[in-house]
Every structure is written in structure tokens, then in C-alpha cells.
């Protein structure tokens, strides 16, 4: 069924059509309206859940985790300053191997507080042990969350959706509502492999040890470094399964394709703009023009999955092209924007190494216009053909009552 | 178990000779937390899920991957445990299970990182059972106050004496009006005991706090924390009490305390203990008199 609703409805009507059992939340800014409406749809008899409105982001994730352990689907959502304070949770429910599903809605983080989008929050959880995916527009938000539970249940590992704050929270966009019989046919009952239960009790989240210790069979039990390691491993393979996922969900639905990264006008470009979230999505219109105006050969590369990070897709969209230009909402502080270091990091061992360029914009909600990135990417584009000019530092877009220092230009 | 039932005291006689938990754990020699867990489960019975936060617990109920315990446990963070035990208790209404949900944390994760999250259970009206027992002293990571630490109590960080008073953590839940709360005393068990299968039979949020004599925090011989913890509740220091619809009474044996001519003297408890040793004699008889006219209360409200 197709309607014209906000981002914030869509996420909460794919979480409806996944049957999430418990949904506890908190309000946040710009993620209010996801989490009013699943207690709404609640309230109203039109969702079988229960909702529990708890007095804080830590709780949320906390009853989400006693849920999961327990033995059903359950689902959260946050911004901002709220991911960050339920931080812990977000490190422990990944480490629990918890399949639990997330929407952040982005925005971002205070000191001084901003509640306009950017993505320091969500990236600033990148290390956390979470599956995280970044999504463009409101019909990727409604079927990645769904297919964010099948993913999350298949591997184990929880899910974060990311979603721009305002700019598709809570703007309207025509998107199809797939049909519950169709998502019950893709989306298999929730099944946890340690469900607590008194028939067979386990004692979860432990302590562990730094070496291995043996069970009471007198076999060699994992310890910290390998359950971790399992983690790591297990999230790279989860690679192929949001694939399969992707291809599974194509075959009842009718659309997807490139769940990793989404290439546009990627054929015969000679310069690759990688960016995440809308920002992705902009920037088609830029290099349309671009390509008509100027002649230069741009292509766009989206990057969906973040974590765990596409290494091989980000080795085989752009290795061999001049000039590849990294636009992103988010930096770590003191040294770059955090995807421009793991792009970079994943071309180190090409032997046709771009020259690679990182521009950071959009911070706390400053306009991205259009004309900016056309501007800029022309020129990031003349650098690289030139080779000249190329800095390793950050260059800082739209900035405006300070100048850049010298070394960042 | 119909309440009548539940409301006889049971006896070491009567007790469930089926044990919940299994012979040798890491627990200190003498620590009283690791009665009340043995005599806790046997209240609890086997159909009980249990969200634990870091403290002495986690540790007496075994390292990866060995547990002490048969019972299914869930360890949580450490602020978390009250939201915890919401998602498993959200999970048993959904899967339509009566399951028993039991959190059980310390003093600290209680009184002072957990008690957001305990205040918005009780809000909520969650219905699962919330044990604190009570230490007095953050313990697990080698004696340092908490809130419930008493007045003048040497720890690692207050080492001329604490200067504050304990926090009153169930007149704290109290005045939230849950379904239930009570005080217990390690040293009387089975009146734990029995509050738990008073406790079990209640919908909504219960709450028991429980005096939990600690021999190497306390700097009491480890044959003699029974003991310590029985003269804080005889010299009228220690209430047991409970509060079901709103109404206190005074229980087991604080309840024998009130026909009782003349009590013990506090200086009695305070005396097994080093960490009392700083402890001015003016303080002990202004607590003296505190606990004087707090009884004389008690016998002018409940005689």
C-alpha cells in the first residue's frame, strides 16, 4: 500500500510489521515521533505489544536486553545525547550477542546541544560491536528495519538503522507499506539460541576469565578474547548474510539490490563521491549536473552498511579511479572524518591507489546546499587530476565566522 | 500455597531439603549473603528468572563457565538491574509465563547507581520481586562507602569515619506505595524465607531490603556475623518490618522486641565490629536514645 508519511511512521510501522514484542523507549529529539506512534498503535489495539515508558535511554536498552535474553523481539530508538547515555547498554548488548534492533535517529551531540542532524552520534558508537546501517530515504527505512530483524536474528548481533534527524524523520515521502503476510513469510518468529528459562538455566554474562577455563565436562570453555573474537569474526561473515537477507526480500517484495552500497553512475566515473545517509542522495543531483555542466566523469558511492565495513566493496567500487572525495556529518576529533580513515585504510593495499580527500560538513544541522557541494566537489575533482593541493587533514565546508587554518586548506 | 499457608512460619525443620544452589562457591568464609541466597531459592522455587547486577553475587554465583547456581540469571549493568528485570518480566507477560522475575543487587547497585531505574519500576508497578541486601559498603571492590554505610563506619574512602547519616532506602521505596516492602536481617533467614513466599503471592512491586553482615568489611570474625547481625535487630537498632496496603507492622523477631522489658544495649553490636572503631561515645548515646524513643514510639503505636 503506498502513502505519504513521515520518516519517524515508517520506522514505526516496519517495527508494527516485524511484531516486536517489547518496544521501551524514551523521549528524544528527533526520535519522539517513531516511538509516540508505536504507543499509539498500542493504545489503539492496532499493534500487540507491550510498551514501556521508561525514565531513561539506559533503561530502554536494558529492558530491550532482559526481553531478548527472555525470549522475544524487541526494539528501541534514540538520538543523540540518548545513545550516548545508554552507551554501556550498547557496548553489553552486542557482547551478549543480543539480536536486538535500533533506530537512531541522527542527530547531533551536545556540548553546546544542537538538536539538528548530523551523525557523531551513531558514529561515535561505531566500535560498540553493532551492526550499523545508513539508510537514504523513507522506503529504505521501513524495509531495512524489517530486514534488520532477520539480520539481527540470523547472526546474533544487534542492529542499528540510522536515520538523518529531520531531513527524513520528519519529512513526508510517498513509500509502499508491504503486507504483513509478506513480511511474516520473510521475517521467521524471534528465536534467541540462550533463552532464559527455568527448563534449562544458564547463567549469562558471567564472568569471565583472561584465560580458559574448563566446563564441568572438563572441556575448554571460551574466554573473553574468544568470545570477542567470535564477535568480530561473525560480524564480518554477517556481510554475505545481509546479502542473502537483501536477495530473500527482493524475491517477496519486488525491490532492494545493493544492500552493501549503492553505486550511482559509477560505470565509467573517474572521481567516486562516498558519503552516507541523504547526503548520498544529494549528491545525485550535484554530479548530474556536474556531468552536464562540466563534463567531468562523478559517480556517487553510498555506503549502507558501515559496520561491520564493506572492506572488498570499497576495494572494488573504487580502486583505479583519479580522485575519490569523502563527504561526511562526523569526525574524530583531532585527527579526520571517521569514514574518510576507513576508506582510506581499505585502499592502502591497491596498487591504483586514488587520491583521496575528505570534506566535513553539515555539522549540527548546518545547510548542505546544493550549490556548496557542487562547488566544492569540482574543485576536490581539478585537485585530484592535478594532484596538487592534496591535504590529509579534513577540510572543513561552510564555515562561517572562522577561516580554516592554513594546513587544512 | 494458599496465604494461610504461606503466613505460618516455617521452620529449619520445614525447610525445602531440595538445594537451588551448589556446594562451593567463591563466597567469603562467613559471608551471610551466601545464606540468604541457599535459603532465598528454596523460598523461590525453581520457576524464578534472575537479573543480577555486578556485586559479591555475581562473583558467589561462579566465573564463566561454571555457576554456582541453578537457577537461569541474567547479569545486567550495573544501574540497569530494576530495568532489567522489566524486559524479562515484559517477555514472560508476552509469552504468557508466571515465571517469578527476581532481581537481587547490593547496597550500591541499589541505593546509589540503580536507584533511578528502582524508582521508575516501582512507578511503573512492575510486577517482580527486588532484593537489596545490604552490605553497608560497596564490598565486591574492597570496602568503600555507599550510601547505606552508617555514620562513623571506617571504609577505604572514609578513613576518620563516615560523616553521613545511612540512606533509609525502604522508607524510599515506601513512598512510592508499592504492593510490598519489608526489612530483613541475614541473621534471621527464615523470616527472609518467609517474607519471599509472602512476596511470591503478591501482584506488583516487592521490595526486600536486608541487614547483611559482611565479616571482612565489617572487621568481624567470620564465626561471628550470625551474631553481629542478630545483636543490631535484638538492641532495637535493626527493624524488621513490613508494609503490605500501606500498613507497617513490625515482624519476626523485632515483633518479639516490642513485650520485651529491656532490650540490649547497641553498644553491644557496635563492639563486634572494627569498623566502628572510630565511633565517639557521644554519638553511640545519642544513637542509644534515638533507638529508646523510636521503640517507645513503636510500643505506644503497636501494644
Redesign the interface.
Known sequence: MNVIDSGNVAAATAVKLAKADVIAAYPITPQTPLTEKLSQMIDEGEMDAEYVAVESEHSALAVCIGAASAGVRAFTATSANGLLYMSEQVHWAAGARLPLVMCVVNRGVGAPWTVWNDHQDSISQRDAGWIQIYVKDHQEIMDTTIKAFRLAEEVSIPVMVCYDGYYLSHTYMPYDVPEQEKVDQFLPPYHYKHTLTPEAPENLNSVTMPDTRKDIRGDAAPCYMDIRYNLHDEMIQSIEKFEAIDSAFQEIFERGGNPVVTPYRMDDAEHVVVAMGTLANQFKVVIDRIREESGIKVGVLAINLYRPFPIDYIIKALEGRKGVVVYEKALSYGNQGALFGDVKSALYPCEKRPVIQNHIIGLGGREIKTDTLYETLIASCRKADENSGITDTPNWVGLQTVEPTAAER | MSTTEAIKKTTVVKLDEEEYTHPGNRACTGCTLNTLYRVGLKALG????F?VPPSCL??V???????S?????????F??T??????????????GKD?QVVAWAGDGGTADIGL??L??AI??VEDFIYICYDNEAYMNTGVQRSSTTPRGVLTNNTQHGKVEQKKDVPSIVAAHNPAYVATCSASYPLDFHDKLLKAKQIKGFKYIHIHTPCPPGWGVEDRMAIAVGKAAVDSGLYDLYEIAHGKMRLTGPSEKLLRKKKMPPVTEYFEYQGRFKALEPEYIDALQNEVDQRWAGYREKFL
Open positions: 525453581r520457576d524464578c528468572i537479573a555475581t562473583v554465583q561462579g566465573l564463566y563457565p561454571i555457576s547456581s541453578q537457577m537461569p540469571i541474567l547479569n545486567v549493568t544501574a540497569s530494576a530495568a532489567a528485570a522489566t524486559g524479562v518480566r515484559a517477555a514472560m507477560k508476552r509469552l515465571t533511578q531505574a524508582s521508575a512507578e511503573r
